[in-house]
């Protein structure tokens, strides 16, 4: 049980060996520690470790004074803070050997020899593993990312185009309303509409007209600039799926008596917030 | 250092190094369907302007007294008059008269839909009766528009004047 202690503790033989005992043995065996029940070896070998488990057997639980194992991840802390716990173990044993009246000068000389970490043998596994899983893991999170964005690009243009489509058939359908309809409105400019447009098209008819739905979307006419050659219509898409709507700007020959538009195309692709 | 740690250590390290990997294969394997997924978009693109610039054909150009069927019919014609790209499936619904033409380009999972309505592309007449056709001026025009659309391009500009005469001639017959 105490060899098993003192294999998870940590507690190596050389660690002991400094503060007397067994001191010259610089490579004692687990297997040459001593028996059970040598309470009184154990006591000599005044190491924190030792004493620890000493102290379990004795109590079968952890004493207010007994020093606490190594913990695992000690070889991360700086040297600092091991000097300092070294430290304050030292000051716990000194108030146990004042109740103990055991003289203060060798209870120094041998704390001060007692080391809980040689340098030669500090972790260094631990944390060099623990660097390069945290890189490893930062560089596949960082891949992930830039997929995700390029997915969401992709995406973001599979929009774009569906929404093209709707704009394309909205220009069409209302280019078409117009030739058929009220060609009177193709030399029109849309804010002459409500008073000159009249004349070819009731209130009523041009709201039709300027309003639509194409894909499941709905659509409104913002523009309408004729020109001696041209027309051009520009029509804003309401947001379906997304949160920005898209505006376009289609341009339509005008040619013929009477005058009619004709194939009206797209000229630019913008993105509108509502 | 301990076992522990040593043990600690080597299941941190390839635990790691298993999650890892695991994120970059998803990562190249979602790039390469990306990939894949853009080239179709791509070819659904520029098919979809391989089309338009069909219809851009100044021969297609239709006036008030041509009969919405015949450009209807044109437009048919310029579309289909070329084969769809390797990869895309091409699905033209004519629809009923009064209703917009519908060009379908299909590629795996990805589909763009165009609607064209032969009024917008100079206007049409409906409702043209078989008087009207007996009468000659309609069907010269839905000839001249099939003309057009089924000849090259460089024979368009003659097609299209022909067109015009012929819808000056229905205007003049009505």
């Given at each position: 049980?105490?060899r098993?202690?003192?294999?998870?503790?940590?507690?190596?033989?050389?660690e002991?060996?400094?503060?007397?005992?067994?001191?010259?043995?610089?490579?004692?065996?687990?297997?040459?520690?001593?028996?059970?029940?040598?309470?009184?070896?154990?006591?000599?070998?005044?190491h924190?470790?030792?004493?620890?488990?000493?102290?379990?057997?004795?109590?079968?639980?952890?004493?207010?004074?007994?020093?606490?194992?190594?913990?695992?991840?000690?070889?991360?802390?700086?040297?600092?803070?091991?000097?300092?716990?070294?430290?304050?173990?030292?000051?716990?044993?000194?108030?146990?050997?004042?109740?103990?009246?055991i003289?203060?000068?060798?209870?120094?000389?041998?704390?001060?020899?007692?080391?809980?970490?040689?340098?030669?043998?500090?972790?260094?596994?631990?944390?060099?593993?623990?660097?390069?899983?945290?890189?490893?893991?930062?560089?596949?999170?960082?891949?992930?990312?830039?997929?995700?964005?390029?997915r969401?690009?992709?995406?973001?243009?599979?929009?774009?185009?569906?929404?093209?489509?709707?704009?394309?058939?909205?220009?069409?359908?209302?280019?078409?309303?117009?030739?058929?309809?009220?060609?009177?409105?193709?030399?029109?400019?849309?804010?002459?509409?409500?008073?000159?447009?009249l004349?070819?098209?009731?209130?009523?008819?041009?709201?039709?007209?300027?309003?639509?739905?194409?894909?499941?979307?709905?659509?409104?006419?913002v523009?309408?600039?004729?020109?001696?050659?041209?027309?051009?219509?520009?029509?804003?898409?309401?947001?379906?799926?997304?949160?920005?709507?898209?505006?376009?700007?289609f341009?339509?020959?005008?040619?013929?008596?009477?005058?009619?538009?004709?194939?009206?195309?797209?000229?630019?692709?913008?993105?509108?917030?509502? | 250092?301990?076992?522990?740690?040593?043990l600690?250590?080597?299941?941190?390290?390839?635990?790691?190094?298993?999650?890892?990997?695991?994120?970059?294969?998803?990562?190249?394997?979602?790039?390469?369907?990306?990939?894949?997924?853009?080239?179709?978009l791509?070819?659904?693109?520029?098919?979809l302007?391989?089309?338009?610039?069909?219809?851009?054909?100044?021969?297609?150009?239709?006036?008030?007294a041509?009969?919405?069927?015949?450009?209807?019919?044109a437009?048919?014609?310029?579309?289909?008059?070329?084969?769809?790209?390797?990869?895309?499936?091409?699905?033209?619904?004519?629809?009923?008269?009064?209703?917009?033409?519908?060009?379908?380009?299909?590629?795996?999972?990805?589909?763009r839909?165009?609607?064209?309505?032969?009024?917008?592309?100079?206007?049409?007449?409906?409702?043209?009766?078989?008087?009207?056709?007996?009468?000659?001026?309609?069907?010269?025009?839905?000839?001249?528009?099939?003309?057009?659309?089924?000849?090259?391009?460089?024979?368009?500009?003659?097609?299209?004047?022909?067109?015009a005469?012929?819808?000056?001639?229905?205007?003049?017959?009505?």
């Open positions: 049980m105490i098993t202690m003192a294999f998870l503790y940590g507690c190596s033989p050389h002991g060996s400094h503060a007397g005992g067994i001191s010259r043995k610089r490579d004692l065996p687990y297997k040459e520690l001593p028996a059970r029940g040598d309470v009184r070896r154990w006591e000599r070998w005044r924190p470790c030792f004493r620890a488990m000493v102290s379990i057997q004795r109590r079968g639980r952890w004493s207010r004074g007994a020093p606490r194992p190594r913990p695992l991840l000690l070889p991360l802390l700086r040297e600092s803070q091991v000097r300092q716990s070294q430290s304050r173990q030292s000051q716990v044993r000194q108030s146990q050997s004042r109740q103990s009246r003289p203060q000068s060798r209870i120094r000389r041998r704390a001060s020899g007692t080391q809980l970490m040689p340098a030669g043998q500090a972790g260094f596994l631990l944390p060099v593993a623990f660097g390069v899983s945290l890189l490893l893991l930062l560089g596949s999170l960082s891949l992930q990312t830039v997929v995700l964005q390029a969401l690009g992709l995406r973001l243009q599979e929009e774009r185009g569906l929404q093209e489509d709707a704009l394309a058939a909205a220009a069409q359908q209302l280019v078409a309303a117009i030739n058929r309809d009220h060609p009177c409105l193709l030399s029109l400019p849309l804010e002459r509409w409500s008073q000159e447009g004349a070819c098209a009731s209130a009523g008819q041009q709201q039709a007209l300027t309003r639509g739905v194409s894909a499941e979307a709905r659509w409104q006419l523009g309408w600039e004729p020109s001696a050659e041209r027309v051009q219509a520009v029509i804003d898409l309401e947001p379906a799926r997304t949160a920005v709507g898209r505006r376009g700007r341009v339509a020959g005008l040619l013929g008596t009477p005058l009619r538009a004709q194939a009206p195309g797209l000229l630019a692709l913008s993105g509108v917030r509502p | 250092m301990t076992l522990l740690e040593v600690l250590a080597g299941v941190l390290f390839f635990g790691s190094c298993s999650a890892s990997l695991l994120t970059w294969s998803r990562a190249v394997a979602v790039l390469e369907a990306d990939g894949r997924r853009a080239e179709r791509e070819g659904l693109e520029a098919e302007q391989a089309a338009e610039m069909r219809l851009r054909d100044p021969a297609l150009q239709a006036s008030p041509v009969p919405c069927a015949a450009v209807r019919q437009l048919v014609q310029a579309l289909e008059r070329e084969p769809a790209a390797a990869g895309v499936v091409r699905q033209i619904a004519t629809g009923e008269e009064g209703q917009p033409l519908r060009l379908q380009l299909v590629a795996s999972e990805l589909r839909e165009r609607a064209y309505d032969p009024a917008a592309f100079g206007g049409c007449s409906y409702g043209s009766s078989p008087a009207d056709s007996a009468a000659g001026a309609p069907t010269a025009s839905a000839a001249a528009l099939s003309t057009a659309s089924a000849s090259a391009p460089s024979a368009a500009s003659s097609a299209s004047s022909t067109a005469s012929s819808a000056t001639e229905s205007h003049a017959a009505l």
